[in-house]
């Protein structure tokens, strides 16, 4: 089975700072899916990046962007230039292929951006 | 683009009552999956439809949660009878489904109080 473990429950960073989330995962599967979700205090799930494993290069939206070592089963998400709207929890998710879309989530870094 | 749409959004019930949550996926969106968030965890995927069949429910306690979708639109999920443990938010989320990673599209969930 499938695990995801994000090892830091709560981070802090500086408004205009750069940030990095770890998440790490452990899986037998050779191709499958990753992804970033940030959840505010409102409760909605926002998908904020997605990485095919079988792509080498690393994704990048804007001011986020992943460094997926796949050797490793590592998938951490940098944050530049962090704003105070990047306050939320941030969760690391798994998706298996050909599974029908199932994401098997970590449990979660609460991220404070500070002025 | 109409989001996912939930309902209720907050919902308090003593243990032992039964409730119902409802759940309007995105437009064309074939697949629609139900998930729990228990404080200070990641969502756990409770059963997922794929048009208004079910592709898994292995996690589902069927002895007292049960979930329809009806026409494979919208759909409920039910709990009876409550126990304090279900005490949660519960997640509503659609995608396209199929084997391409598709990125799944949340509501805003109901959040349930046991007393």
């Known amino acids: 089975a499938q695990t995801v473990t994000q090892s830091q429950p709560e981070m802090s960073v500086q408004e205009a700072e750069t940030v990095t989330l770890s998440c790490t995962y452990d899986?037998?599967?050779?191709?499958?899916?990753l992804f970033w979700y940030k959840q505010p205090p409102s409760r909605q799930m926002i998908l904020v990046i997605r990485?095919?494993?079988?792509?080498?290069q690393n994704a990048t939206e804007n001011r986020f962007s992943v460094n997926f070592q796949k050797a490793a089963k590592s998938f951490s998400l940098k944050i530049s230039d962090s704003q105070l709207g990047d306050t939320a929890m941030y969760f690391c998710?798994?998706?298996?292929?050909?599974?029908?879309?199932?994401?098997?989530f970590g449990q979660g870094t609460e991220l404070s951006v500070k002025p | 683009e109409a989001g996912v749409a939930q309902s209720p959004r907050y919902k308090i019930i003593e243990k032992r009552q039964s409730v119902a949550f409802w759940c309007n996926p995105i437009?064309?969106?074939?697949?629609l999956y139900w998930y729990q968030q228990i404080l200070g965890q990641g969502p756990k995927l409770l059963i997922q439809?794929?048009?208004?069949?079910?592709?898994?429910d292995s996690q589902l306690p069927k002895d007292r949660f049960s979930a329809e979708r009806l026409k494979g639109v919208d759909s409920t999920l039910k709990i009876q009878p409550a126990k304090l443990e279900d005490s949660a938010v519960y997640l509503c989320?659609?995608?396209?489904?199929?084997?391409?990673?598709?990125?799944?599209?949340f509501g805003d969930g109901t959040r349930l109080s046991i007393l």
């Open positions: 989320a659609s995608s396209l489904g199929g084997t391409g990673g598709q990125p799944q599209h």
């Open positions: 899986t037998s599967e050779n191709n499958y899916y």
């Open positions: 990485q095919e494993a079988y792509k080498q």
């Open positions: 998710a798994f998706m298996k292929l050909n599974q029908g879309g199932k994401l098997i």
């Open positions: 437009s064309g969106h074939a697949t």
């Open positions: 439809f794929q048009n208004n069949g079910v592709v898994d």
